[in-house]
């Protein structure tokens, strides 16, 4: 995979991807960030989307483990709480890569 890359040279480039394996991650991404939930929150929250019990199951087990990803990660956002500690921790982390950014 080619990394995307824009005429910014201080641009960010977000992508979400599900499947990230760490080998993935070396050819196509400098930082990468996961996204925590439970099990349990992942369920809910498929089920609120139309997805079965089953089917959600099914499709979390599809994935790379969470604490698979967690291992490769550098930053790790818990998102079991509010919005607004979510978006603190995104802000956070935006702002961290930013700085780095700035430094290299």
Same mark, same amino acid.
């Given at each position: 995979m080619e990394k995307i890359r824009s005429e910014d040279p201080?641009?960010?480039i977000i992508k979400d991807v599900p499947l990230l394996t760490a080998e993935i991650k070396q050819t196509l991404v400098d930082k990468a960030v996961v996204v925590y939930a439970t099990e349990e929150n992942q369920i809910r929250r498929l089920k609120d989307r139309g997805f079965t019990g089953e089917e959600a &199951?099914? &499709?979390i087990g599809a994935h790379v483990s969470i604490?698979?990803?967690m291992k490769f990660a550098d930053f790790v956002i818990y998102n079991d709480g509010s919005i607004e500690e979510t978006r603190r921790q995104v802000e956070k982390i935006y702002d961290q890569i *930013? *700085?780095?950014e700035r430094h290299v």
């Open positions: 201080n641009a960010i &199951r099914r &499709r604490d698979e990803k *930013l *700085l780095e």
